[in-house]
């Protein structure tokens, strides 16, 4: 277990959000990645080294594995993390102190809940690590900003609305860096961006039969 300052870890969680949050301005997207069960049972690295090479190719910067309790998922992760020290990882679909805990030594950059959960907050803002929460209403959104969060996810966006924002900006000042979560879309991305989203998020839908969707290339290309 970390064994730093208060404010120390206090200082380091505000770092990391500035971090992220530059990071998202440069380049407006994250990649989801799931290790696959079969391959965390054998270590098995080919099919994810290859997909991390084909989103490299395409010159994304972000990537964001999700949480697995299986106990080849930390070894898996750091043997990634040397492969590829260019990439900003972090660690998606964390919603207790476990997966927190399991997380604590690896350095990520940011991690992603898909809720708001206090318990789990303070406990990562004592450990310095940056958990951006999954939020949906207004009266989460404030929760999240009370508690010094300048940008927030929202989860899942698809069903909120590209509008979402618009609805709800005046009640909020300042208004917090938006990351879209949840059911987007490549073809999603110029929209959202344009309705005010600091960022987009994309999972499953980008990739098929473990190749990167070419339309990725194109908008990156075309951006």
Not at 53 to 74: G, M, T
Request: net charge positive; charged share 25%; hydrophobic share 45%.
């Amino acid at each position: 277990m970390l064994n730093i300052s208060k404010s120390h870890s206090f200082n380091l969680w505000k770092e990391k959000q500035d971090f992220l949050i530059s990071r998202l301005i440069s380049q407006p997207l994250i990649i989801l990645l799931r290790i696959s069960q079969d391959n965390l049972d054998k270590l098995y690295f080919e099919d994810i080294i290859y997909l991390i090479n084909s989103l490299i190719s395409c010159d994304i910067k972000n990537i964001e594995i999700a949480w697995s309790p299986h106990p080849n998922w930390i070894p898996f992760i750091k043997e990634l993390k040397k492969q590829f020290s260019e990439i900003s990882f972090g660690a998606a679909s964390l919603t207790d102190k476990r997966s927190l805990e399991a997380i604590a030594e690896l350095d990520f950059k940011f991690s992603m809940s898909p809720v708001w959960d206090l318990k789990l907050q303070l406990r990562a803002r004592e450990l310095g690590i940056l958990v951006v929460p999954g939020v949906y209403s207004p009266t989460e959104i404030q929760q999240a900003i009370d508690f010094g969060y300048r940008t927030i996810k929202l989860f899942p966006a698809s069903l909120l609305g590209k509008n979402y924002i618009n609805q709800i900006k005046a009640s909020f000042h300042p208004i917090p860096f938006f990351i879209a979560a949840g059911g987007m879309k490549i073809r999603d991305i110029n929209s959202w961006l344009s309705n005010g989203y600091g960022a987009i998020i994309l999972g499953r839908e980008l990739i098929k039969d473990c190749k990167i969707d070419p339309d990725l290339e194109k908008w990156l290309k075309g951006k």
